[in-house]
């Protein structure tokens, strides 16, 4: 953190989630009617969750929604909907915020290209379509720059420092291959420079699930950044990190004061600079994280030596954070026989249906198997991992030749399929046998 900005006066009493045992509805939709007209595995998606997330950020000006935590496009819709904006960081995903009702271009950009390379269908696209692009390295500069020489760029820069819930997700420091490199930042303008390039506006994101200790540090090093940068800066981006308490005993961000942090520093800039500056934030995680649910069947429950399992019917080819990680879900039963109210807990490793000895939804990082207290369930059963909307479909696999979830949207009570479940022809329609002689 930088020495002139502190979060201790403004912090208030923190707020915690709670996480029950049982679920037996989700939004106002009985868990078990879900899993009957849907099938298992299913994400459902509480839409509301997602309206209130953006509405908690309102202050910034822009919330640039990043939708590589959920990209489906019903989700993108239901952003744009409510006035958020989105990030792409790729031609798949400029081609969702696109087919969501995205424009292509406008002032502030609907959609920004955000990235460290471009290969070749994303530049195409962005010229094409006229999408801002956010450029992570000098080679983009270049690539853009010879293409579209007079245009206008932002960059991503690395200000040395980074963190995250994990290493992996950490995107700040030498060790990180994000961004622009801080000490570089004179050479990447008069780079754009030969191209005629106006560099619009900062952007720095340090990590993914940081807390705001961490992220308030960001403030003073973009400070710096841009009075290096001069005058044509007219947008700074945040950049996204912000965490959601997967945890009871852990708090939820205070975003208002992390506000009045960002507000103070955009202040102080528009006075030196002597014009209005643009405030972005571009989460991920939390806008989606809280608002999913992946539903699953307990299709076997087992005993090894001292501890039980219960095996579904979802693995890591459907939620990935676990295994990559060793990230903590909550995770609940719906009961199929009673309301569950009788039911008592009991320690339980949560296992998958993949081949693989890593597929267990309860470990810790390095692959440590750990039990949870789950309440008592049997075959048949419903399991509901929580928390489960950012980093959770997107992140998803074919691996065993498992299809993708389904994904069920709910508004006011009412479930809508937003992705059918793949087919097993889906699975090989991309597939050829070759006509060997
Ligand atoms: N902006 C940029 C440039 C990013 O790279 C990311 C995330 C975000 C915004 C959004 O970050 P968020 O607000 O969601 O923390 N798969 C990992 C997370 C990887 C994040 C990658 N970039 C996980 O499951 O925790």
Same mark, same amino acid.
């Given at each position: 953190?930088?020495?002139?900005?502190?979060?201790?006066?403004?912090?208030?009493?923190?707020?915690?989630?709670?996480?029950?045992?049982?679920?037996?509805?989700?939004?106002?939709?009985?868990?078990?009617?879900?899993?009957?007209?849907?099938?298992?595995?299913?994400?459902?998606?509480?839409?509301?969750?997602?309206?209130?997330?953006?509405?908690?950020?309102?202050?910034?000006?822009?919330?640039?929604?990043?939708?590589?935590?959920?990209?489906?496009?019903?989700?993108?819709?239901?952003?744009?909907?409510?006035?958020?904006?989105?990030?792409?960081?790729?031609?798949?995903?400029?081609?969702?915020?696109?087919?969501?009702?995205?424009?292509?271009?406008?002032?502030?950009?609907?959609?920004?290209?955000?990235?460290?390379?471009?290969?070749?269908?994303?530049?195409?696209?962005?010229?094409?379509?006229?999408?801002?692009?956010?450029?992570?390295?000098?080679?983009?500069?270049?690539?853009?720059?010879?293409?579209?020489?007079?245009?206008?760029?932002?960059?991503?820069?690395?200000?040395?420092?980074?963190?995250?819930?994990?290493?992996?997700?950490?995107?700040?420091?030498?060790?990180?291959?994000?961004?622009?490199?801080?000490?570089?930042?004179?050479?990447?303008?008069?780079?754009?420079?030969?191209?005629?390039?106006?560099?619009?506006?900062?952007?720095?994101?340090?990590?993914?699930?940081?807390?705001?200790?961490?992220?308030?540090?960001?403030?003073?090093?973009?400070?710096?950044?841009?009075?290096?940068?001069?005058?044509?800066?007219?947008?700074?981006?945040?950049?996204?990190?912000?965490?959601?308490?997967?945890?009871?005993?852990?708090?939820?961000?205070?975003?208002?004061?992390?506000? !009045?942090?960002?507000?103070?520093? +955009?202040? &102080?800039?528009?006075?030196?600079?002597?014009? $209005?500056? /643009? @405030?972005?934030?571009?989460?991920?995680?939390?806008?989606?994280?809280?608002?999913?649910?992946?539903?699953?069947?307990?299709?076997?429950?087992?005993?090894?030596?001292?501890?039980?399992?219960?095996?579904?019917?979802?693995?890591?080819?459907?939620?990935?954070?676990?295994?990559?990680?060793?990230?903590?879900?909550?995770?609940?039963?719906?009961?199929?026989?009673?309301?569950?109210?009788?039911?008592?807990?009991?320690?339980?490793?949560?296992?998958?249906?993949?081949?693989?000895?890593?597929?267990?939804?309860?470990?810790?990082?390095?692959?440590?198997?750990?039990?949870?207290?789950?309440?008592?369930?049997?075959?048949?059963?419903?399991?509901?991992?929580?928390?489960?909307?950012?980093?959770?479909?997107?992140?998803?696999?074919?691996?065993?030749?498992?299809?993708? !979830?389904?994904?069920?949207?709910? +508004?006011? &009570?009412?479930?809508?399929?937003?992705?059918? $479940?793949? /087919? @097993?022809?889906?699975?090989?329609?991309?597939?050829?046998?070759?006509?060997?002689?």
């Amino acid at each position: 953190m930088s020495e002139e900005q502190t979060i201790g006066p403004r912090s208030r009493v923190p707020r915690h989630p709670t996480y029950p045992k049982l679920r037996q509805e989700i939004a106002g939709v009985d868990v078990a009617s879900l899993a009957r007209e849907f099938g298992t595995p299913t994400f459902v998606y509480d839409g509301a969750r997602i309206v209130e997330r953006i509405e908690d950020l309102r202050a910034f000006d822009v919330v640039r929604y990043a939708q590589k935590a959920c990209s489906n496009i019903a989700i993108l819709d239901l952003c744009r909907r409510h006035g958020a904006l989105v990030d792409a960081t790729s031609a798949g995903e400029l081609h969702r915020a696109l087919a969501a009702g995205y424009e292509a271009a406008g002032h502030p950009p609907p959609i920004v290209y955000t990235a460290d390379v471009f290969d070749a269908e994303s530049l195409d696209m962005v010229i094409a379509n006229g999408v801002h692009v956010n450029c992570g390295s000098p080679d983009m500069i270049d690539q853009y720059g010879r293409r579209v020489p007079g245009g206008e760029i932002t960059l991503r820069l690395n200000p040395g420092f980074g963190h995250g819930h994990s290493r992996k997700t950490n995107t700040g420091g030498e060790q990180s291959k994000h961004g622009v490199w801080h000490e570089q930042l004179t050479e990447a303008v008069e780079r754009a420079r030969r191209y005629d390039l106006t560099v619009s506006g900062l952007h720095v994101h340090i990590g993914s699930g940081s807390d705001l200790e961490h992220l308030s540090g960001v403030c003073g090093a973009l400070e710096r950044l841009v009075h290096e940068a001069g005058e044509s800066i007219g947008t700074i981006s945040a950049g996204g990190g912000l965490p959601i308490p997967y945890r009871e005993d852990e708090a939820y961000m205070d975003v208002e004061a992390y506000y !009045a942090l960002w507000d103070e520093t +955009r202040k &102080r800039l528009e006075r030196a600079l002597g014009h $209005r500056l /643009t @405030l972005e934030i571009e989460p991920g995680r939390y806008l989606t994280a809280e608002s999913g649910y992946l539903v699953t069947e307990i299709r076997a429950v087992k005993t090894m030596g001292s501890n039980t399992f219960y095996l579904v019917d979802a693995g890591f080819n459907n939620l990935a954070r676990p295994v990559l990680y060793g990230a903590y879900h909550p995770i609940s039963i719906a009961s199929t026989s009673g309301d569950g109210s009788d039911r008592s807990t009991r320690e339980v490793i949560v296992g998958g249906a993949l081949c693989e000895s890593g597929d267990i939804f309860t470990q810790e990082e390095g692959g440590v198997v750990r039990a949870q207290t789950l309440l008592e369930a049997h075959v048949g059963d419903l399991l509901v991992i929580e928390c489960a909307g950012a980093y959770g479909s997107v992140m998803g696999s074919n691996y065993n030749s498992k299809p993708m !979830a389904a994904e069920v949207l709910v +508004r006011d &009570r009412t479930p809508y399929l937003v992705r059918s $479940r793949q /087919t @097993l022809d889906q699975l090989i329609s991309n597939e050829t046998i070759p006509e060997l002689g």
